[in-house]
């Protein structure tokens, strides 16, 4: 573990090293990587430099144990040894959950496609407030978020809504939103009382960069039509509505949020570029996990994940049979109260296969 400390310490040097050369500065792609190699690197370190202080301190704490014959010095030395030797393991297991394999999508801007599902009126209006959910999520985590297309729903909320949320780690957090919400309450249009259950589905996919996929103009068919819903007076009177197929796979992405046809086409091909990511990175993960089916990891969006119980403020995470009686916190923007346990559990897994694999 030390000497993974020291090969850090020492990659740290040679990426700032090349990232003070002139000619990476001019790379922007490999500008980009390294930048987020170097985060990476430094994040590791601030815990390994701290476990390398504690473990070098129980050596050093031994050594004068066994050395000294001062007696008030031997019982400072035995304090210390007692402190490092309580504060290792729980640095150790830091150390090696981040020196765990990443997921190279973790740092990148996530697409959030949201849908109603069973339910009717009342799943739209669940649909946004999983949308609100999450808007409130990126306002708390300094991320920037942006709607990429929407069909609102008469009732309120949405029968679908798109968007782009970039920051930090976006995709690392907002994978294990993807799946099956579900929602039980009493309507405001029930004039009974009872309880309705309804179910909106979340996609989250790693929003790609134009270095990760590449789509050529010969692979697209683009159609244009006028929008239609809200959206002014002038949203039905141009064709600035764009339908975008990706020939070789039959993938189709449209969009009519703008007024302008060509940003209207530069979202679809966000939104569409992001989608042949996802399937790309899919398939690696099949190729290189098949048996592995943990909803934590795989992010499969068939199940239901979620419960949101509104009569008793109950919020149940069925993947880790986590329940918290806080949905008016976590319903408006608290998710880390969910996510982190979810890291945390996915963490345990991931290292417990390591642990596995070595041993066998």
Same mark, same amino acid.
Request: glycine residues 6%; proline residues 3%; hydrophobic residues 35%.
């Given at each position: 573990?030390?000497?993974?400390?020291?090969?850090?310490?020492?990659?740290?040097?040679?990426? *700032?090293?090349?990232?003070?050369?002139?000619?990476?500065?001019?790379?922007?792609?490999?500008?980009?990587?390294?930048?987020?190699?170097?985060?990476?690197? !430094?994040?590791?370190?601030?815990?390994? =430099?701290?476990?390398?202080?504690?473990?070098?301190?129980?050596?050093?704490?031994?050594?004068?144990?066994?050395?000294?014959?001062? &007696?008030?010095?031997?019982?400072?030395?035995?304090?210390?040894?007692?402190?490092? !030797?309580?504060?290792?393991? %729980?640095?150790? =297991?830091?150390?090696?959950?981040?020196?765990?394999?990443?997921?190279?999508?973790?740092?990148?801007?996530?697409?959030?496609?949201?849908?109603?599902?069973?339910?009717?009126?009342?799943?739209?209006?669940?649909?946004?407030?999983?949308?609100?959910?999450?808007?409130?999520?990126?306002?708390?985590?300094?991320?920037?978020? *942006?709607?990429? &297309?929407?069909?609102?729903?008469?009732?309120?909320g949405f029968k679908e809504i798109i968007c782009s949320i970039s920051g930090d780690n976006v995709f690392g957090r907002m994978k294990y939103e993807g799946g099956v919400h579900r929602v039980q309450r009493v309507p405001a249009t029930e004039t009974q009382g009872r309880i309705h259950t309804s179910a909106v589905s979340v996609a989250i996919l790693p929003e790609a960069e134009e270095v990760d996929i590449q789509i050529h103009e010969n692979d697209l068919k683009v159609d244009v +039509?006028?929008?239609?819903?809200?959206?002014?007076?002038?949203?039905?009177?141009? %064709?600035?509505?764009?339908?975008?197929?990706?020939?070789?796979?039959?993938?189709?992405?449209?969009?009519?949020?703008?007024? &302008?046809?060509?940003?209207?086409?530069?979202?679809?091909?966000?939104?569409?570029?992001?989608?042949? +990511?996802?399937?790309?990175?899919?398939?690696?993960?099949?190729?290189?996990?098949?048996?592995?089916?943990?909803?934590?990891?795989?992010?499969?969006?068939?199940?239901?994940? =979620?419960? +949101?119980?509104?009569?008793?403020?109950?919020?149940?995470?069925?993947?880790?049979?986590?329940?918290?009686?806080?949905?008016?916190?976590?319903?408006?923007?608290?998710?880390?109260?969910?996510?982190?346990?979810?890291?945390?559990?996915?963490?345990?897994?991931?290292?417990?296969?390591?642990? &596995?694999?070595?041993?066998?």
């Open positions: 573990m030390l000497e993974i400390v020291a090969k850090l310490e020492s990659r740290l040097t040679e990426i *700032d090293t090349l990232l003070a050369d002139p000619a990476t500065m001019a790379d922007q792609a490999t500008l980009i990587a390294l930048n987020r190699e170097r985060r990476q690197v !430094e994040e590791k370190l601030a815990v390994g =430099r701290v476990y390398r202080t504690h473990a070098v301190g129980i050596t050093e704490a031994k050594e004068l144990i066994a050395s000294e014959t001062d &007696s008030e010095m031997v019982e400072m030395a035995r304090e210390e040894l007692r402190g490092h !030797e309580e504060a290792l393991p %729980d640095i150790e =297991r830091e150390f090696k959950f981040l020196l765990l394999p990443r997921d190279p999508a973790d740092d990148k801007a996530a697409m959030v496609e949201i849908r109603a599902g069973t339910g009717g009126d009342e799943a739209a209006i669940f649909a946004g407030d999983i949308y609100r959910m999450y808007e409130r999520y990126a306002e708390q985590q300094g991320w920037k978020i *942006d709607i990429v &297309s929407s069909s609102p729903s008469e009732s309120g +039509y006028r929008s239609s819903g809200p959206g002014g007076q002038s949203v039905n009177t141009t %064709d600035s509505a764009v339908r975008m197929t990706h020939i070789p796979t039959g993938l189709v992405v449209t969009c009519q949020d703008e007024k &302008s046809q060509i940003k209207n086409k530069a979202k679809a091909l966000k939104v569409l570029r992001s989608r042949l +990511y996802e399937r790309e990175l899919a398939e690696q993960r099949a190729k290189i996990d098949a048996e592995r089916r943990d909803m934590v990891s795989t992010g499969d969006r068939s199940a239901k994940i =979620r419960t +949101y119980n509104y009569p008793q403020q109950r919020v149940t995470d069925h993947r880790i049979n986590l329940t918290l009686y806080k949905l008016d916190e976590v319903i408006n923007g608290d998710l880390d109260a969910v996510i982190e346990p979810l890291i945390q559990h996915d963490r345990e897994s991931l290292l417990a296969e390591q642990s &596995s694999t070595v041993a066998t």
